[in-house]
């Protein structure tokens, strides 16, 4: 699975936990997902609770720590799915 | 300097109606909120009818974000916010500004947190999944969760709490708000409370035995307080709210006034006294209603109407009698009594603050709601008080005074008297 096509099912996964939909449309990989999406960090659990699900893996805390940005976010769920 | 203290909006989930427009509608004409439930029978429950409101979860979308409204599960939690944010537009105000409003608390109660919320926990640990818990189940199952809901939506800064005191929480939450608003702690008060009776705490009723039973193929039939045939309460869901406004408060930004709340008492019979886990003490409710008259500053005569707590169950001949015995009045002499009960089965924490809102509507529209399913009643009751008393009919008369009473497990009562707004007090 390469970083684009994880970047697009990435964002069916923040878009409940983003109030402003628009702020979606042009994300990167820079993008901060508390920061600029906005995102409650009390949700970044569910993200990714949601995310291993949508991949079918299983991120530990450890990684999950790392996933505050969009393109570090690409980083773990590609390792976990290339396992 | 006394503070007065006033009524000036209203919400309501009701199974007979959802809103106020809807529910005095429905008060007005006797309508039933009563149905058969499928799973009920399936589940092999006594009594397989309930009153629950016509309620769209998708109706939420209009109360919350829609990224609270995503993961938000709990139905206590939905139709207590969506009652408690009707109430505060009622009352002319905008929910959900950027302001702190630190003049302004909630006192919001219910019986149970989530069990419905509870029991996908179970499920989830116990399968060794606790780690796809997530964020979201801790505030719908703490007790304080519908609180937490409503203060972050309307912004509230004054005191936030979650009261329980079984089928008293209603009247016992509003009697609450009446008071930090009498002793100056707060303008304005958002009270209520709210149930969800799902099938768990159905169950739990069921097995007692208290439940309305032989009516299973006639709901609308099935609750029946203060007749011969009572068999049992229905149990209900739903939600009801109050506004209370310091009255200078109200006058200054030109609130519509509905009614004003001239105060109550709440008390306990201490399980002493033929009082206990399950029923009240007769001295403890009769010490409630005349402490209560005794606060609002208000005589036994003066009271036109009873808005009683009267479940259907063998204690409501009880009830009456100690009515009687409060109020010194008798026969045809005595108030006009109903049982908002016997249209929408009795909603526990709910009930007190879904009846205070129909006492209201009373006040304010000037009239009294029949009690159905009234063919045939209760002989020992009909020796206390005449029959003229419980109208079976909707009766458009003078309501200046209203006692609204409930009387829960743990032998708790609350009793508040409502009164007809007058500016000159």
Known sequence: ?????????????????????????NIDEQTDLVKDLKINSSNLVDVIIDAEAKYDVEIDFDSAEKMFTVGSCIDVIQEKVNK | MSRRVVVTGLGVVSP??????????????????????PQYEALKFNCQVAGLPQ?????????VSEVTFHGLQGRAIAYGLMAAVDAWRDAGNEAGGDQTLWDTGCVFGSSVAEVETVKKIFNRVDAGEARKLGSRVVEQFMNSGITAYISGKLGLGNRIIANSAACATGTQAILMGYEYIQQGMAKRMLVGSSEHVDPYIFAAFDSMRILSRKFNSEPEKASRPMSRSA???VPGSGAGALILEDLEYALQRKARIYAELLGGACNSGGQRNGGSMTAPAAPGVIRCITDALANARVRPESIDLISGHLTATAADTLEIQ?????????????PLINSLKSMIGHSLSAAGSIEAVGTVLQIRHQFAHPNINLEDPNGEILKLIDLSRMPVKKVD???NIVAKANFGFGDVNACLIFSKYNQHG
Do not use: Q
């Open chain 2, 397 to 399: 008369t003078p309501i």
């Open chain 2, 16 to 37: 007979n109606g959802m809103g106020v427009p809807a529910f005095l509608d429905a008060i007005r004409n006797g309508v039933s909120g009563i149905r058969h439930v």
């Open chain 1, 1 to 25: 699975m390469d970083r684009r096509a994880i970047l697009e099912e990435l964002k069916k996964v923040l878009e409940p936990y983003t109030e402003n939909k628009e702020l979606l449309g």
């Open chain 2, 55 to 63: 309620f769209e979860w998708e109706r939420l979308k209009n109360y």
């Open chain 2, 322 to 334: 100690n009515w009687c015995l409060a109020l010194e009045r008798n026969g045809c002499n005595f």
């Open chain 2, 231 to 233: 068999g049992g309460f």
